[in-house]
């Protein structure tokens, strides 16, 4: 089968097929993934609490992303493969620049992923320039939990909307082919997934979005007690990792996850 690339995922949110993406971390789970179905494998600096047992993602390195992107693409042959950029990766444009050629030349990832508006409207042009893809992601920036103080659910009144919404065409005009929207309400999200051309992945951000995204060991039961309220324990629902995998594939593209108990409306 081809490579799934920033024009697959946009082609199938014309055709309004759902795309699917799990986080990964590991070859292992690449290949379970990929045969599950997955198009999109990210490689999240959420490596930070769920390998490391830190309390945010604010400690990861950028080693750390170089070594976990390359041992997911090794073993990926169709899916796109996304690293994030971890915390200050991508402050001014050159550091940006430096971290994609290793997240992309040693690590192997297709795409790279930021958090943040359209104060990152120039580096991503940069970037993009160079023949870099970027995702951009907006609502929850885990990342900022220091200065938001938690992680909250974002974009709750008409000015926040109205930022998120600024921020998202800033970032498309910049040059992102694709948006994570984390903890939006689902209105926002349905809203803007029609409005932008670029497809938006959502988490904890309601059914209205082009794909979902969940962190795997959420939604493989692994992290009990600590999962967030719009996640779901797939492996209890359907008894072994592979027909959780298929079964949150199957969910993602009928639309029926996430439902109105993982949802903010
Ligand atoms: O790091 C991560 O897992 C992420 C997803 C939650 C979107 O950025
Ligand atoms: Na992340």
Redesign the pocket.
Known sequence: AERITSTTLAAMKRRRDAIACLTCYDAAFAGLLESAGLEVL?V???LGMVLQGQPT?VPVKLEHMVYHSACVSRAAARSLVIA?MPFLSYATADRALAAAERLMGDGGAAMV?L?GGGELAQTVARLTRFGVPVCA?LGLL??SVHRLGGYRYQGRDDAGAARIRADALALQDAGASLLVLECVPAALAQALAGELDMPVIGIGAGSGCDGQVLVLHDMLGLLPGRSPTFSKDFAAAYGSVAAALAGYVAEVKERSFPGPGHTLY
């Open positions: 990210l999240g600096d959420s993602t994030d992923k958090e992601h885990p990342q």
